[in-house]
Every structure is written in C-alpha cells, then in structure tokens.
C-alpha cells in the first residue's frame, strides 16, 4: 500500500540544525521528495532523490534515504527565520503518469 | 513563463451552489493534478489527468468533476457545493515523461462552503 508518514510538528532554534524524517511503505519508490510550503502559498520543489541513492547535498539541505528502513530525511543545516514552512514528504512509484503521494506534513517553526 | 495559474484565487459559496475552478500550465505538461489542502490530513488528490483526453479518480474524487478542456487546461467543478467542501485547492502538472521530476503547483484556491 502507499502511505507516507511524517511527524506534524517540528520546533528549532535559529542557527541550529532541523532534520525532519519521513517513513514510506512502498518498496517501488523511484523518487522521493521534498516540498516546502510557505504560508499562503503553492508548493515548491526543495530537492529530490532518486531510490538508487543514499544522499544527496544541495547547499543547505542534506537528504539521506535508508531504503531498508524505508526511511528519508531532510537536514537543514544553520535553520534561519526564512525557513518556517510546511515540509512536504512525496514519493513516486514509476517513470511515467502515476501522481505523487504526499505525507501530511511537518511545520518547523524557528525561534529566534 | 508563468507557470501553473488558478483562478480564482478565493471564493465564498453558500451550501448548494456550484462553481468551476479553472487551472491552465504553461509549461506544456502532459499531466495535471487537483488537490486539496485540509488542517492536518495534508494533499489528497481529487482527480488527475495523465493526457489530454483522459481523467481518472484520485483519493477523494466524490463532489467532483474535472474537464481536461485541452493541454494547457483542466477544470474542476463543484456541482452542488457542501460545507465539507471548504478547504484549499491546489492545481498542478508535471512532464509526465521519464525524468519529468518536478510537480508544478499553482498558488491555491481558497474555498469557503457556507
């Protein structure tokens, strides 16, 4: 079955590190993503990996994928105000048409 | 380039009315996708559109009907609106192909039912 989990609620302190997990059921994964959502606003694309891979590094963000667990993580490293936000979990399971599944969700909330 | 475009961007109904959405990419994707956003169950998808001419189901279609007009736009509508219907709607696209990885969203739809 196709169901993605993440915690709903995450709390940092400014200039800290956040990691924000999520758990996926399905084996079949091609890609996992990150979205983030700012208030009010659409989803954009933060970063994504293919289930070939264990890490992925873009400037601030570390992705680690542990496909045997079924686990991603997504580290924010030196967490500023800026990224306060939804951050969506998203898996695919083929190359073609098939829509993405969304977790639910985790709010990070920085403090300054 | 202004990618995916929603209009409009509120809407106020009372309980029984209908409405259209509508939803147009610029990006010439093949596929396009109608969610919605509620507190704490986070995107569930109402219906999608793998290619023009074609529409199926997704997670929460009843209440529902989508157009695939052709392949820039895709409309949902709510036939006889319902409170339960007030949430954020949010329409996307992506390539479709292998190694379209990004999904595109527009900047929502907030509907109030009531």
């Known amino acids: 079955g196709e169901d993605v989990e993440q915690s709903l609620f995450l709390s940092v302190r400014e200039g800290d590190s956040s990691v924000i997990n999520c758990t996926y059921t399905?084996?079949?994964?091609?890609?996992l993503y990150w979205y983030k959502q700012e208030p009010g606003a659409g989803l954009q694309l933060l970063t994504y990996?293919?289930?070939?891979?264990d890490m992925k590094q873009d400037q601030r963000l570390t992705v680690l994928l542990n496909k045997k667990d079924k686990h991603l993580s997504l580290r924010i490293a030196d967490t500023q105000t800026g990224d306060s936000a939804i951050y969506f979990c998203?898996?695919?399971?083929?190359?073609?048409?098939?829509?993405?599944?969304f977790g639910k969700g985790t709010r990070l909330s920085v403090i300054a | 380039n202004a990618g995916v475009t929603q209009t409009p961007k509120f809407q106020v109904l009372k309980t029984g009315q209908s409405m259209t959405l509508q939803c147009a990419q610029d990006?010439?994707?093949?596929?396009m996708y109608w969610y919605r956003q509620d507190p704490g169950m986070g995107l569930r998808l109402i219906y999608y559109?793998?290619?023009?001419?074609?529409?199926d189901k997704g997670e929460v279609p009843n209440g529902y009907n989508v157009s695939r007009l052709n392949k820039r736009e895709f409309s949902l509508r709510l036939e006889s609106a319902a409170p339960s219907q007030t949430s954020v709607y949010f329409c996307?696209?992506?390539?479709?192909?292998?190694?379209?990885?990004?999904?595109?969203f527009g900047p929502g739809t907030r509907l109030t039912v009531t």
């Open positions: 996307a696209s992506r390539d479709g192909r292998a190694g379209g990885y990004e999904q595109y």
């Open positions: 399905d084996s079949s994964s091609t890609y």
């Open positions: 990996i293919f289930s070939n891979m």
């Open positions: 998203a898996e695919r399971f083929d190359t073609g048409n098939t829509p993405l599944v």
């Open positions: 990006m010439n994707h093949n596929s």
């Open positions: 559109s793998a290619s023009e001419g074609t529409t």
